[in-house]
């Protein structure tokens, strides 16, 4: 069935250092990939999204891109903050639709 | 823009007792879905409706129902909580179609004793 796999964290970085977290799938036919981030005490909000093979998502400084020969979709962001601190989520749509499907989530600490 | 509604945030049962955590959107989203969170695990998919009327299984539906009666409102019923189901709860809508992301609620925090 079709799942989702990324980095183990957690992961801490100093200020302004780049950042990568790796995501890879596993799906039937052509999902929409999503990036999601979570803030301490709330719920999941869309970071970015691609729809097709080799689409890059990208919104506050961070990019994801869609490699269809790789299976990956993985998301960076060139200099962190220390307000990036957050858990980051990777998932996928099934064909239909009707289903998401996530990591585990990775989270993130970015010290000044 | 209210978006997805959960109500309560912060709930403590006792074990054998029944509650519904509440569920609402404003968006006139056709999908919605209760999720649960807890670390390590990441989000697994209780159950989900593709619209009014229509509701099916996730990956963890047992000690759950839910029901649809309206595109608006999406309950999960706890049946007779189990400290097993302490857990964060979230609640998303999203429009039809497979590139559509899904929106959150805040979550409800449920601890069961």
Not at chain 1, 94 to 100: A, D, K, P, R, Y
Not at chain 2, 51 to 64: F, K, R
């Amino acid at each position: 069935g079709d799942s989702v796999t990324q980095m183990e964290g957690p992961v801490t970085l100093s200020e302004e250092a780049f950042l990568t977290i790796n995501c890879t799938y596993t799906a039937t036919g052509y999902p929409s990939l999503f990036w999601y981030v979570q803030y301490p005490g709330e719920g999941l909000q869309l970071l970015l999204k691609a729809t097709k093979a080799d689409d890059k998502g990208s919104n506050k400084g961070f990019e994801a891109t869609y490699r269809k020969e790789t299976t990956s979709f993985h998301l960076e962001k060139g200099s962190v903050q220390v307000s990036d601190s957050a858990v980051y989520f990777c998932a996928l749509t099934s064909n239909t639709g009707n289903q998401f499907y996530f990591g585990t989530g990775t989270s993130l600490t970015v010290i000044p | 823009n209210a978006g997805v509604t959960q109500t309560p945030k912060f709930q403590v049962l006792k074990t054998g007792q029944s509650m519904t955590l509440q569920c609402a959107q404003d968006m006139n989203h056709e999908y919605m879905s209760w999720y649960r969170q807890d670390p390590g695990m990441g989000l697994r998919l209780i159950h989900y409706s593709v619209g009014a009327g229509i509701t099916d299984q996730g990956e963890v539906p047992n000690g759950y129902n839910v029901s649809r009666s309206t595109t608006e409102d999406f309950p999960l019923r706890l049946l007779s909580a189990a400290p097993s189901q302490t857990s964060v709860y979230f609640c998303a809508s999203s429009s039809k179609g497979s590139n559509q992301p899904q929106h959150f609620g805040d979550g409800t925090r449920l601890s069961i004793l």
